[in-house]
């Protein structure tokens, strides 16, 4: 959504109306409502007091389907229409790029008319968007300076599916457009921009995580990475990882000289909890090989519930 929603619901935005005025108004004129100084404000309008007349307007619309993003706009006069424009956008390119593109290829249109046109929308937030004087969207920039520039343009909004014919024509050109219009190259959303990076970070990382050397007992257990933690406690990622005063880990750090437990065994996590007799009253039960990552999955779940080696 476009940063101006958050900022015109915001109570200190009411500083520019009295308590009485917000009060009386309805809710709807007071969020859409601009700044009082916005240069704009007097090109565009969400006053709901259509009507089909024979006045020059260009209905405009987005739309946006699982086969892809069309964006239009129409011409009508005399109730027919007299030019129109369909743009095939990609799948990646949210309804609200192609709501803007169908303003700004329309304001292109209108302004060589070189007289009072009105351009149609039923999308409100393409409207607060543009009505937004620190919107970073690049469309929506251009859009602001062509009407800042052709006074004879007004933009206003209708509400859609009521039956206005050009906003039907509009409606039935857009999704057309998503397999008919001519191709056009918009740049991705910013959300898809995020989600792509997110998914190749993720999966460069399973690759070194798949293919690492360190860390496979915990692999065994864990093998798909993720940025959620998996919630284990000190002495479970010490019994997982074998990072503990294990002597198996010590000698890895030459803080022994062997890895030997007292009892004449390899004294790694497994060994302490099944087999050493020093540890014999917290014992687990040994694994056969065969079932071995199932075991350990299992007394990582019930490690809060049950007595056993992690409250040695
Ligand atoms: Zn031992």
Same mark, same amino acid.
Do not use: D, E, I
């Given at each position: 959504m476009p940063e101006l929603l958050e900022q015109d619901l915001?109570?200190?935005?009411?500083?520019?109306?009295?308590a009485q005025q917000i009060t009386r108004a309805k809710a709807v004129d007071f969020i859409f409502s601009p700044p009082p100084n916005f240069l704009l404000q007097s090109q565009i309008s969400f006053a709901e007091n259509h009507i089909d007349s024979g006045v020059k307007a260009i209905y405009t619309d987005g739309s946006k389907t699982d086969e892809g993003t069309g964006s239009a706009y129409c011409i009508l006069e005399n109730y027919g229409i007299i030019a129109s424009w369909q743009g095939k956008l990609d799948r990646s390119n949210l309804v609200f790029q192609a709501e803007i593109l169908a303003i700004r290829m329309a304001i292109a249109a209108a302004s060589s008319l070189h007289r009072p046109t009105k351009i149609w929308t039923d999308s409100l937030s393409s409207l607060m968007a543009i009505l937004?004087?620190?919107? %970073?969207?690049s469309v929506v920039r251009e859009i602001q300076t062509l009407l800042l520039s052709h006074k004879h343009i007004h933009l206003r909004w209708l509400k859609a599916h009521v039956g206005y014919l050009g906003n039907e024509c509009a409606d039935q050109l857009a999704k057309e457009a998503i397999t008919k219009g001519d191709p056009f190259l918009l740049t991705k959303p910013l959300s898809y921009l995020k989600a792509k990076i997110k998914s190749a970070a993720l999966s460069i990382w399973q690759d070194n995580w798949d293919n690492g050397e360190t860390g496979r007992s915990t692999h065994d257990i864990v093998p798909r990475v993720s940025n959620k933690t998996v919630g284990w406690n000190r002495e479970e990622i010490m019994f997982v990882t074998? %990072?503990?005063?294990f002597p198996s880990y010590l000698l890895r750090f030459n803080l022994r000289t062997h890895d030997n437990c007292s009892c004449g065994e390899k004294g790694d996590p497994i060994h302490y909890a099944t087999k050493c007799p020093f540890t014999l009253s917290w014992h687990f039960q040994t694994p056969t090989v065969s079932l071995k990552l199932q075991w350990l999955k299992n007394i990582l779940k019930n490690s809060t519930s049950t007595p056993n080696a992690f409250h040695m």
């Open positions: 915001h109570p200190t935005f009411s500083a520019l109306y009295s937004n004087p620190k919107s %970073h969207h074998g %990072h503990g005063p």
